[in-house]
């Protein structure tokens, strides 16, 4: 019998967009004759829709993206049989079951934790880190601060409230200046992805501006010392055992990688696989991702991002616990060059999606 797989996408995010051109190359990619595919689109809203015939189509900036086909009014059942999730729209009376989903969804309701705890009160199978390691992950500050005090290196940086920034501004600037020695420095909203929200200050006069900027997209803000260095990443897969990639290197085209340089500029980037980096560099980096895997308790995926100086020393720049997944996407194809092909790291995700819930439903919740 064929699991049904329940890709869920769109979302309530400033990565709305990406999330649509991910969803498209994953269900491209499942295996019909292993999988029942079901469409789970959700609007900029925040309602869901069901389609069981999912609908790819051409997009001027994301290249091919699922439709979210907005027809119905349907509710979300978080528990009606364990180890499924329900879908029923009130207008028809269909009811949708899925076994396993697969979340190709990216930034805020999405990738924090917040999808994540209402799956695992439905009992049900999801690819990705659990609740915890979604919260912790999208979070740069606290994901920060764990990382550092599991020794792990990381940029300087200052967090920021909305209320310090308005009560007291100038007292913000002067400690972006004494405890991150000035520009260049980077402001980013804390719970977001795809560089949303993201400037590089240069002048100390840009930083007010950059600062009101990433409070469009959140409450909390960092505020980061520029970095001289390349961009590696790593990919990270597994739950209890888990094993990074060959790594790979972002050269930008623009000033940083922002988010147009990621996805509206086709020559915004160039990728290198492998990285042109020496081997116990590398080698050391790889141990640094799986490591910063561990003490963030992801699972199933995660993007390790990282800043390389010229010296050898690195940081860990940040986590992404589901990260872009079209096929020219970095995760996917580190994997494909280290030995496992787009197909085949899907059929892993769910398999590991599938062993975790195992593992969780053997956990008492009676005394």
């Keep these: 019998m064929k699991l049904r797989i329940g890709v869920l996408y769109g979302g309530r995010s400033g990565e709305h967009d990406v999330s649509l051109c991910s969803a498209a190359s994953i269900v491209s990619a499942l295996d019909p004759l292993k999988y029942e595919i079901i469409a789970i689109g959700i609007d900029r809203n925040g309602r869901w829709f069901v389609q069981d015939r999912p609908v790819i189509v051409d997009h001027a900036d994301f290249g091919r993206v699922l439709t979210i086909e907005k027809m119905g009014i349907w509710y979300v059942n978080h528990y009606e049989e364990g180890g499924k999730l329900f879908l029923h729209n009130v207008e028809d009376g269909r009811r949708v079951g899925v076994d396993v989903v697969f979340p190709a969804v990216h930034g805020t309701f999405c990738e924090d934790g917040t999808l994540q705890g209402l799956l695992e009160l439905a009992m049900v199978p999801y690819v990705g880190a659990d609740s915890i390691g979604s919260s912790v992950g999208i979070d740069k500050d606290i994901s920060k601060r764990l990382l550092r005090d599991g020794g792990i290196p990381v940029v300087p940086w200052i967090t920021v409230s909305r209320t310090e ?60 010392k520029g970095i001289d260095g390349r961009e590696i990443e790593c990919s990270v897969l597994g739950n209890t055992k888990p094993m990074a990639s060959v790594l790979g290197e972002i050269i930008p085209s623009h000033e940083f990688y922002s988010y147009e340089s990621k996805y509206i500029d086709p020559d915004g980037a160039k990728l290198v696989i492998p990285a042109d980096v020496e081997q116990p560099v590398a080698d050391s980096i790889r141990e640094t991702a799986i490591n910063a895997y561990r003490i963030l308790s992801c699972s199933g995926m995660a993007r390790v991002d990282f800043f390389l100086e010229k010296s050898g020393v690195f940081y860990v720049n940040e986590i992404n616990t589901i990260p872009g997944f079209t096929r020219i996407s970095m995760y996917p194809k580190l994997w494909e060059r280290s030995g496992i092909g787009y197909s085949a790291l899907i059929d892993n995700l769910i398999d590991l999606a599938l062993e975790r819930h195992r593992d969780k439903m053997r956990i008492r919740t009676e005394w």
């Design 165 to 224: 920034w308005t009560g007291g501004g100038t007292r913000v600037i002067e400690a972006a200046g004494e405890k991150l020695a000035g520009p260049p420095l980077f402001v980013k909203p804390a719970r977001t992805g795809s560089s949303v929200g993201v400037k590089k200050v240069k002048r100390g006069d840009e930083l007010g501006e950059a600062v009101d900027y990433a409070f469009m997209f959140d409450a909390k803000i960092l505020i980061e």
